[in-house]
């Protein structure tokens, strides 16, 4: 059974750089079979998808944050980062990372960690 | 980018009820199109894929249909735990986005 859990900073100061990491266990996030992504939600607002990474290495973002946002894999420690620079008060909310399964053109995100606050403030 | 509506944005309902969900998108996602349960706190979890298959493991009284643009997802008898947060979510085209969520409360 696969575990997701994220962790980082809870508090970022306005224009520095949000890092958080995503810990997996029970899967690898080099597997053929998985990809990984990062959602975000904003206090009372929709989820909000933020990019994936395939089990090549390449990955897609949002076109909203392209210009900000970094997501990585790191093999020797089994984890998936997440990167996020010049944040101010929009980037405070819950962070997420999952599981993606792709199957037949859909990508299930099929397993979530229990999300992470951000608060971006001074 | 696709744009995905939900109605209604929040449901009374009572325990046995059946209920239904409508989620809308502004371009054809095919079947592309997951439903997903969130309970205050916790993170969402995924209920039906391809808009109408069922995780495994989990209670019939959930279903889902459609295809193109128009979705529906159907609690048959709500039971006391399906009191939450439902987001519909398409999956056919970059970016992936998620309707605004429908809260269901108890009557």
């Known amino acids: 059974q696969v575990h997701l859990q994220e962790s980082g900073p809870g508090l970022v100061k306005p224009s520095e750089t949000l890092s958080l990491t995503c810990t997996v266990s029970?899967?690898?996030?080099?597997?053929?079979?998985?990809?990984w992504t990062w959602i975000r939600q904003s206090p009372g607002m929709r989820l909000e998808w933020i990019g994936l990474i395939d089990d090549s290495g390449i990955t897609n973002y949002n076109p909203s944050l392209l210009s900000r946002v970094t997501i990585s894999a790191d093999t020797s420690d089994n984890r998936v980062s997440l990167r996020l620079t010049s944040v101010t008060s929009a980037d405070t909310a819950v962070y997420y990372c999952?599981?993606?399964?792709?199957?037949?053109?859909?990508?299930?995100?099929?397993?979530w960690g229990p999300g992470s606050l951000v608060s971006v403030s001074a | 980018d696709v744009q995905v509506t939900q109605s209604p944005s929040s449901l009374s309902a009572s325990v046995g009820d059946r209920v239904t969900i409508t989620c809308r998108t502004s371009q054809d996602v095919e079947n592309f199109l997951n439903w997903f349960q969130q309970k205050p706190g916790e993170a969402p979890r995924l209920l039906i894929s391809d808009a109408s298959t069922l995780e495994a493991g989990l209670p019939s009284r959930f279903s889902g249909s459609g295809s193109g643009t128009d979705f529906t997802f159907t609690i048959s008898s709500l039971q006391p735990e399906d009191f939450a947060t439902y987001f519909c979510?398409?999956?056919?085209?970059?970016?992936?986005?998620f309707g605004q969520g429908t809260r269901l409360d108890i009557k």
């Open positions: 999952a599981r993606v399964r792709p199957v037949g053109g859909n990508f299930r995100f099929d397993s």
């Open positions: 029970g899967a690898s996030v080099r597997s053929g079979s998985y990809y």
């Open positions: 979510q398409q999956t056919h085209h970059f970016p992936i986005s």
